[in-house]
């Protein structure tokens, strides 16, 4: 069983800044990535960036490269998504979600979600 739990969102003006940051417990050992998606009201939800839990390989939907920066700090069982020169489209709920070693998923265990607007 892996946590997950979400934090850091809230209200920007556009063109700012905001971390989010994904804290993971429970089983870590057995993490293989974890991604962060969003979800904007009316709209499937989508992928925005992924990392390698050992290793640190990145992966980034189209919209966010350049502006958004993926990172995990295994010490504290933490991924953080850095999100610069945010936009009014970036408003969405981001979820934080695990992909396990041993799993066919594609993604295993999932956070509750942090809601975050940008304003124009």
């Known amino acids: 069983q892996v946590q997950l739990v979400e934090s850091g969102g809230g209200l920007v003006q556009a063109g700012g800044s905001l971390r989010l940051s994904c804290a993971a417990s429970?089983?870590?050992?057995?993490?293989?990535?974890v991604a962060w998606f969003r979800q904007a009201p009316g709209k499937e939800r989508e992928f925005v960036a992924a990392?390698?839990?050992?290793?640190?390989?990145?992966n980034y939907e189209e919209s966010v490269k350049g502006r958004f920066t993926i990172s995990r700090d295994n010490a504290k069982n933490t991924v953080y998504l850095q999100m610069n020169s945010v936009k009014p489209e970036d408003t969405a709920v981001y979820y934080c979600?695990?992909?396990?070693?041993?799993?066919?998923?594609?993604?295993?265990?999932w956070g509750q979600g942090t809601q975050v607007t940008v304003s124009s």
């Open positions: 979600a695990a992909k396990l070693f041993s799993s066919r998923a594609e993604y295993d265990y």
């Open positions: 429970g089983h870590t050992f057995s993490i293989y990535a």
């Open positions: 990392i390698r839990w050992s290793g640190g390989n990145t």
